[in-house]
Antibody, heavy 117, light 111 residues
Framework: EVQLVESGGGLVQPGGSLRLSCADS????????MSWVRQAPGRGLEWVAN????????HYVDSVKGRFTISRDNAKNSLYLQMNSLRADDTAVYYC???????????WGRGTMVTVS | QSALTQPASVSGSPGQSITISCTGT?????????VSWFQQHPGKAPKLMIY???SRPSGVSSRFSGSKSGNTASLTISGLQAEDEADYYC???????????FGGGTKLTVL
């Protein structure tokens, strides 16, 4: 069974940092692109970043470029999101998702809440 | 403001069919066959219902179908059921600096 379990969310002051982690199991992690998608309270979905199977290619939404860094450790079946210079509008539930094709997010974690205040 | 435009709400009675539209541009929906649809119930993570315009993942009911014409993609749900009541989001690949974008979401009410 595919499982994606996020952790690392919490309350942080503006300008602060957080590192989100996602522990993955039930599939061959190293053969999939992975993404982070967020959802602000009461709002819609927003793609944040993704990373190629081997970590050699990364992409970000414009609003987080230069502040967030996506990474992965295939030996640990884990995905990460380092978030620096956090702002109030980064407040959201952050989902770890598996990507089988562009924008085809077939498995989602339960999400971890990040509150910047 | 979302990159893709969806109606804020749609409604239908049990057994009926409804269609949700997702309008973009030639740089996203119209330019690529990478359009997905997601269903999200309150307090839950989204679920992939359609990808690559009209492909259904294993386990998704055949009552859900996708299509595209020009810059507009559509999700059709036939034989509406009470459990279909949820928010629906479209997503598309884009040639812009942000590679993947979503619509603002559509709330489906089953009357």
């Amino acid at each position: 069974e595919v499982q994606l379990v996020e952790s690392g969310g919490g309350l942080v002051q503006p300008g602060g940092s957080l590192r989100l982690s996602c522990a993955d199991s039930g599939f061959t992690f190293s053969t999939y692109w992975m993404s982070w998608v967020r959802q602000a309270p009461g709002r819609g979905l927003e793609w944040v970043a993704n990373i190629k199977e081997d970590g050699s290619e990364k992409h970000y939404v414009d609003s987080v470029k230069g502040r967030f860094t996506i990474s992965r450790d295939n030996a640990k079946n884990s995905l990460y999101l380092q978030m620096n210079s956090l702002r109030a509008d980064d407040t959201a539930v952050y989902y770890c998702v598996r990507e089988i094709a562009w924008v085809a997010f077939d498995f989602w974690g339960r999400g971890t809440m990040v509150t910047v205040s | 403001q979302s990159a893709l435009t969806q109606p804020a709400s749609v409604s239908g009675s049990p057994g009926q069919s409804i269609t949700i539209s997702c309008t973009g541009t030639s740089s996203d929906v119209g330019g690529y066959n990478y359009v997905s649809w997601f269903q999200q119930h309150p307090g839950k993570a989204p679920k992939l219902m359609i990808y690559a315009v009209n492909s259904r993942p294993s386990g998704v009911s055949s009552r859900f179908s996708g299509s595209k014409s020009g810059n507009t993609a559509s999700l059709t749900i036939s034989g509406l059921q009470a459990e279909d009541e949820a928010d629906y989001y479209c997503g598309s690949y884009t040639s812009g600096s942000t590679l993947e974008v979503f619509g603002g979401g559509t709330k489906l009410t089953v009357l």
